[in-house]
């Protein structure tokens, strides 16, 4: 109908028809509108790609401090639950590859949630240098003057000290 329209809108203007031009006009906008919804399509999915890979890269972040006397507890954006004893300090930061929690000060303990997403991302809590990897536990680290004390409630932490020292620690 609107080719019909504008052919008889062209004929009231004394321009000449063209043969076949009113098949070809429709097929062309027609190529035209497709080829330009599968660009805004792609781009959409594009943007939307962008956007899920920069959150699951951004990660989290935070710093967790508590005052003397005071006990602070925290789940993390894993499920796993960490609990600060007094005048502590840590500062957790969560990426696509790695959960990493850096013991600045007093003690912590870490109920660390097992990845369920097949992410393979290890827990590992930083204290003074020494490094302690979670092998899917509930453990508490303390900073003690010069030394880091671990102790393991349930499963198993791997502990490397400042001097490249390795060993694993079990319950109790």
């Known amino acids: 109908a609107?080719?019909?329209?504008?052919?008889?809108?062209?004929?009231?203007q004394g321009l000449p028809a063209v043969a076949g031009d009113l098949q070809r006009t429709p097929r062309g906008r027609r190529k035209a509108l497709s080829a330009l919804l599968g660009l805004v399509g792609v781009?959409?999915?594009?943007?939307?790609?962008?956007?899920a890979w920069r959150e699951a890269t951004a990660g989290f972040s935070?710093?967790?401090?508590?005052?003397?006397?005071?006990?602070?507890?925290q789940t993390l954006p894993d499920g796993s639950h960490v609990t600060l004893d007094a005048d502590s300090r840590a500062e957790?930061?969560?990426?696509?590859s790695c959960r990493r929690?850096?013991?600045?000060?007093?003690?912590?303990?870490?109920?660390?949630?097992?990845?369920?997403?097949?992410?393979?991302?290890?827990?590992?809590?930083e204290a003074q240098g020494a490094l302690i990897t979670v092998l899917g536990t509930r453990f508490g680290v303390e900073i003690d003057g010069p030394d880091v004390l671990v102790a393991v409630e349930e499963g198993r932490v791997g502990v490397r000290s400042v001097d490249g020292q390795e060993c694993v620690l079990g319950a109790g």
């Not at 957790?92 to 696509?96: G, K």
């Not at 003690?107 to 827990?123: C, H, I, N, P, Y």
Request: with cysteine; net charge positive.
């Open 92 to 96: 957790v930061a969560f990426h696509a």
């Open 62 to 73: 935070a710093t967790l401090a508590t005052l003397v006397g005071k006990r602070l507890e």
């Open 43 to 51: 781009g959409c999915g594009a943007a939307l790609g962008w956007q």
């Open 101 to 125: 929690v850096r013991l600045l000060r007093g003690s912590a303990f870490f109920a660390a949630a097992r990845e369920d997403k097949g992410l393979g991302r290890v827990f590992a809590v």
């Open 2 to 12: 609107r080719d019909q329209v504008r052919a008889t809108m062209e004929r009231w």
